[in-house]
């Protein structure tokens, strides 16, 4: 079986529509999916700072340009995309959040929840009761999912999957790895995901 890690932040859109697809990109090809919630801004400030500059002095012309394609992707997948009302958002909670959920075997349904929430319906990810209404929302406790994402374990294991990504070359969310080495990066690479994919479960 191969095996499919994907480090993921619900603070991108793009995310977003990567996310969307791959559990089931993941049961067409018989893959495993390993979830590996990170803090993109984490990212960034080590590896990518150049994110920073191009938001504070965008081009005009590809701006629009890219609004127009992540809408066009998110047709394609049907979602509901919207800018929201508080970017960037302060997603460190969220994200431990979904570490959390994983531990608990809902990791999809959660992140599913922080995006439609965010991108959807233009919720503030960052604020802890929208987050408590998120765990209640997919059957887990809010009283109790928010006293593990404020736990040390939790923050740790955020740490180091943020590390790990950086370590093996990551740069941005999201990044996915098949059978550990082979990388790619970004909603509009998960054909070659699936071929890829395909190839090793052939081998």
Do not use: H
Not at 115 to 137: N, T, V
Not at 179 to 203: H, I, P, S, W
């Amino acid at each position: 079986m191969a095996q499919l890690e994907v480090f993921f932040d619900c603070s991108s859109p793009w995310t977003y529509l990567a996310f969307s697809q791959l559990p089931d990109l993941a049961a067409r090809t018989g893959a495993e999916v390993l979830w590996r919630p990170i803090l993109v801004g984490g990212v960034f400030n080590k590896v990518n700072q150049s994110v920073y500059e191009q938001r504070a002095n965008a081009t005009p012309a590809k701006a629009s340009y890219q609004l127009k394609d992540l809408r066009d992707w998110a047709t394609r997948y049907q979602l509901a995309i919207n800018w929201p009302t508080v970017f960037p958002v302060r997603a460190v909670d969220a994200m431990r959040g979904a570490i959390v959920a994983q531990e608990a075997g809902k990791l999809v349904p959660y992140a599913m929840r922080c995006f439609e929430a965010y991108w959807g319906e233009d919720r503030d990810i960052s604020q802890e009761g929208e987050l408590k209404a998120i765990a209640d929302e997919i059957g887990l406790d809010g009283e109790a999912f928010w006293v593990s994402v404020k736990s040390a374990p939790i923050k740790q294991a955020l740490i180091e999957n943020t590390e790990d990504l950086i370590a093996r070359g990551g740069f941005g969310s999201p990044t996915m790895f098949v059978d550990g080495t082979d990388m790619y990066f970004g909603n509009d690479r998960l054909a070659l995901v699936e071929a890829a994919l395909t190839k090793a479960a052939q081998a």
